[in-house]
């Protein structure tokens, strides 16, 4: 299976994330790619005022993404804004092409390192896998990384790929932990991850936006070893890559089977 990661730097117009997205998942069509993952926040960076940018599933920013996805025939990953009924947004993967239409909105949120993504973005509730042409991926944006137990799950529901979009936060060490946490996921699940962020908008010339988290770049392609396969690094880029997710991730079962192993129901003290 070959994928494409697009390390973009979104600015604050959707209109013009569309225009790279439709540039980039064409190149990714271009290298032979099955799957073309952009980062979360692609349609509108944070930083910004996200309720009056963030549009319904059926909006026409989604609609042209769908567009695009069927035009290259590709399964596209991209992170947008939904409006949530509450005053907030849910930041939302739309997940579409290849008989694919369906989203995951992130689970858990940002609320660390001095930054509150509770206060403007709603919770998700649900896990999502979906299944094109037998290939079971599962999908997590950003501060899931965090959290194993999410992995684990997916794993378990049948996926051998999960894709991780992001707009990782920058700051001292975060570029290690997001390393380290990519191919610990990889490892507590036995599932390839492939790791999309925003690229660093200081290696594009542009001004950070604040303490939103704006990106680092640095995504990459892990085995269900823990290998990074592939990567790039803080500037924008295409990631092409590819990946076995039948054989290599039976076999990463077959030596280190964690998911047989993993004993569940334990109660606590007390």
């Given at each position: 299976m070959r994928i494409a990661l697009s390390q973009m730097l979104s600015s604050a117009v959707p209109e013009e994330n569309l225009a790279v997205i439709e540039?980039?998942?064409?190149?990714?069509?271009?290298a032979g790619a099955e799957l073309a993952v952009f980062p979360e926040a692609a349609m509108a960076?944070?930083?910004?005022p996200l309720a009056p940018v963030a549009e319904p599933l059926d909006g026409?920013?989604?609609?042209r993404v769908r567009e695009v996805a069927e035009d290259t025939g590709l399964l596209l990953v991209a992170g947008?804004?939904?409006?949530?009924?509450?005053?907030?947004?849910?930041?939302?993967?739309?997940?579409?092409g290849r008989g694919i239409d369906t989203h995951y909105d992130k689970l858990h949120l940002f609320d660390a390192f001095g930054f509150t993504e509770?206060?403007?973005?709603?919770?998700?509730?649900?896990?999502?896998?979906?299944?094109?042409?037998?290939v079971p991926i599962g999908f997590a944006t950003c501060y899931d990384i965090r959290f194993p137990g999410l992995?684990?799950?997916?794993?378990?529901?049948?996926?051998?790929?999960?894709?991780?979009p992001a707009s990782w936060g920058a700051g001292p060490g975060k570029r290690e932990q997001w390393e380290v946490l990519v191919r610990a996921r990889a490892l507590d699940s036995t599932c390839w991850i492939a790791a999309?962020?925003?690229?660093?908008?200081?290696?594009?010339?542009?001004?950070p936006a604040g303490r939103a988290p704006a990106g680092i770049g640095h995504s990459l392609v892990v085995s269900p070893l823990g290998e990074v396969r592939a990567a790039l690094g803080p500037e924008p880029g295409l990631l092409v890559a590819d990946l076995d997710p039948a054989a290599e991730v039976d076999r990463a079962r077959a030596a280190v089977p964690v998911l047989a192993n993993r004993r569940r129901g334990?109660?606590?003290?007390g």
């Open positions: 540039t980039q998942a064409r190149a990714a069509a271009a960076r944070f930083g910004i026409p920013w989604a609609r947008m804004f939904t409006p949530a009924g509450d005053g907030r947004v849910t930041n939302t993967l739309l997940i579409t509770s206060a403007t973005v709603a919770p998700g509730d649900r896990l999502v896998t979906a299944e094109p042409a037998g992995f684990q799950a997916l794993a378990e529901r049948g996926a051998r790929l999960i894709v991780v999309c962020g925003q690229a660093d908008p200081a290696a594009a010339g542009r001004a334990l109660a606590g003290p």
